[in-house]
C-alpha cells in the first residue's frame, strides 16, 4: 500500500495539499474538523478535489513538497488536466522573463 497525495478545496477557495496513507480516514478527519491548530479547521468545509497515489513513499513527499510551493493557478491547471496550461504556469511570469526572450 502506498500514500496518497491529495488536493482539498477549502470553504475560503484556498487550496491544501497533503500525503496520508488513508485518504477515506484522513478526509474524514479534515470534514470533522479534530485539530483546531490545523490550516482547514477554519477553512471547513473541504471538497476533495484531486487523488493520486504513489508506491514509493520518498516520491510522494517531494511531490507534496513541490505542489505546495505551487501558485494556484497550477495547482487548479493539475486538478483539471490541463497539461498544456500546467507547462505554460511552470515558466517564469515576471517581466524580467519577457523582457531577456
Given at each position: 500500500?502506498?500514500?496518497?497525495?491529495?488536493?482539498?478545496?477549502?470553504?475560503?477557495?484556498?487550496?491544501?495539499?497533503?500525503?496520508?496513507?488513508n485518504?477515506?480516514?484522513?478526509?474524514?478527519?479534515?470534514?470533522?474538523?479534530?485539530?483546531?491548530?490545523?490550516?482547514?479547521?477554519?477553512?471547513?468545509?473541504?471538497?476533495?478535489?484531486?487523488?493520486?497515489?504513489?508506491?514509493?513513499?520518498?516520491?510522494?513527499?517531494?511531490?507534496?513538497?513541490?505542489?505546495?510551493?505551487?501558485?494556484?493557478?497550477?495547482?487548479?491547471?493539475?486538478?483539471?488536466?490541463?497539461?498544456?496550461?500546467?507547462?505554460?504556469?511552470s515558466?517564469?511570469?515576471?517581466?524580467?522573463?519577457?523582457?531577456?526572450?
Amino acid at each position: 500500500m502506498g500514500l496518497t497525495l491529495y488536493i482539498l478545496e477549502c470553504s475560503d477557495a484556498s487550496l491544501y495539499t497533503g500525503v496520508t496513507n488513508n485518504l477515506d480516514r484522513r478526509f474524514a478527519e479534515h470534514l470533522e474538523g479534530l485539530n483546531p491548530d490545523a490550516y482547514t479547521y477554519p477553512r471547513r468545509p473541504v471538497r476533495l478535489l484531486f487523488a493520486e497515489t504513489f508506491q514509493d513513499y520518498k516520491q510522494a513527499h517531494e511531490w507534496e513538497k513541490r505542489i505546495k510551493g505551487w501558485s494556484k493557478k497550477k495547482k487548479w491547471a493539475l486538478i483539471n488536466g490541463h497539461w498544456k496550461s500546467l507547462k505554460l504556469f511552470s515558466e517564469c511570469q515576471n517581466d524580467s522573463h519577457f523582457k531577456n526572450k
